[in-house]
């Protein structure tokens, strides 16, 4: 009797509405597979490499150095010294006085600026526009505050002159993107660089979202982890330096992808008070505060950096130059073996074309699942070389027109790098005897 007591008391749904459909997570699933089968996980976008001296000797110094109040809670919306240099710092990159205490908040990595963000803005009802491929979050992250994710993709214009694509001939069609907004549009999610293209939005692009935003009155999330993350000599420009944005946007950053130390999770968001100040009331009643010890380290990374700021010697000039290299290199490999790779502006990431792969990968009958997953499950576990689909970065409705592409992290060591070209050559010298 008192067994089926307890399991009649146990029939009623535990989980929250706001859960459905939102249990599934990439990262989850492949990074499941990557560690029981991969040899070289170029999957997640993570350095392998050590994050700089400078760094790591600072969050030593904050550890041993004497001062034990480092060791409690600190202020809430971002220890005093970090949002400090961040003010000072992000003061040069916009162009504006910026007001430590009410500008700038620190979060738990830009994952938490993203939570933060969805819920103090976006309501039930609200639509919130998001530019495929997109980091996958967004998508839930709307869901959860009740939102509607409204997409709108970059499309491939292949070129005819040059053998490889660029992220650059990944564009927006304005028509169809000025389609989207309407008076339900409460917000645009904007990252550049982009994760997983690499792609870094022109000018050009950004004024048209600008427009779109201030036409509509839009609010703008603009993610800018990879903000120091640009090759060839691009630049990255703030959506927030624009016309009539900075009212409107938050910019969000981070500390794990600005200085390799993606474990630290310290992230930060820089914007008007009329829109931080919500961004706190999340904030303080949810996570509260971010660990001391490691906001007073990168507090002393970002004040090396503002010494040193636009010199040969910061960090933020030599990350971009060795990680080039490492995307060049990336590039020849896969070029060589026919995993046409589309070559990133920005961003450690890097997508490749799979569709010559086709006869490597045994069919399944009756699956339904999209070939890039197919081929990525079978690669990790027969080559021992771990990558991403790219569906997974698009919705539903529009994932199935994209499946023929995986998304390689080239934030590796060289030797990491050499292993997967290995991997990639003798796979090639399989197929061709
Ligand atoms: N935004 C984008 C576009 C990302 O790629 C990532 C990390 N992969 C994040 C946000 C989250 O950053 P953090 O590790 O600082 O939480």
Not at 57 to 77: C, D, I, S, V
Not at 385 to 406: D, G, M, R, V
Request: aromatic share 12%; net charge neutral.
């Amino acid at each position: 009797f008192l067994s089926h007591f307890l399991q009649a008391k146990m029939s009623r749904q535990v989980q929250a509405r706001r859960l459905e459909g939102i249990d599934k997570n990439i990262w989850v699933e492949f990074g499941k597979l990557a560690a029981a089968y991969s040899k070289v996980n170029l999957g997640m976008g993570f350095p392998d490499f050590p994050a700089p001296d400078f760094l790591t000797e600072a969050f030593t110094r904050a550890l041993g150095g004497g001062n034990h109040m480092l060791h409690q809670y600190t202020r809430a919306f971002g220890h005093p010294p970090l949002v400090k240099v961040l003010s000072q710092f992000f003061e040069k990159l916009l162009g504006r006085d910026l007001d430590p205490m009410t500008n700038v908040m620190v979060t738990v990595g830009a994952y938490q600026a993203l939570f933060c963000c969805f819920q103090a803005l976006v309501d039930e009802g609200d639509e919130v526009i998001i530019i495929e491929p997109f980091f996958d979050c967004y998508e839930p992250m709307v869901k959860m505050a009740g939102g509607t994710p409204v997409f709108v993709p970059l499309r491939p214009n292949p070129p005819k002159d040059r053998k490889l694509m660029s992220s650059a001939d990944w564009q927006l069609d304005p028509a169809e993107l000025a389609s989207k907004f309407s008076e339900r549009t409460k917000a645009i999610v904007l990252n550049s660089p982009n994760n997983p293209l690499g792609k870094v939005f022109s000018r050009e692009e950004l004024g048209l979202i600008a427009e779109l935003c201030v036409k509509h009155d839009v609010l703008c999330i603009s993610d800018e982890v990879y903000e120091w993350l640009v090759y060839d000599g691009k630049q990255h420009i703030r959506i927030a330096t624009l016309q009539g944005m900075w009212d409107r946007t938050v910019s969000i950053g981070s500390a794990g992808k600005t200085f390799s130390a993606t474990g630290w999770k310290v992230g930060w968001v820089v914007g008007p008070d009329r829109l931080l100040q919500h961004l706190r009331t999340v904030h303080q009643n949810s996570v509260y505060l971010c660990a001391t010890i490691a906001q007073e380290a990168v507090a002393q990374g970002f004040q090396r950096e503002l010494l040193l700021y636009g010199k040969p010697e910061s960090y933020f000039v030599q990350l971009p130059k060795e990680l080039q290299q490492k995307r060049d290199w990336l590039v020849q490999s896969l070029d060589g073996v026919g995993m046409k790779p589309i070559i990133p502006e920005g961003t450690y990431f890097l997508v490749a074309d799979i569709s010559q792969f086709k006869s490597d990968v045994p069919d399944v009958p009756n699956s339904d699942e999209p070939y890039d997953y197919r081929f990525t499950k079978w690669m990790i576990k027969n080559k021992g070389l771990a990558a991403i689909p790219l569906s997974a970065f698009f919705s539903e409705a529009h994932k199935n027109n994209y499946t023929n592409f995986i998304r390689f992290c080239f934030a590796k060591e060289e030797a990491t790098l050499k292993a997967a070209s290995d991997i990639l050559q003798k796979w090639k010298l399989e197929k061709t005897s």
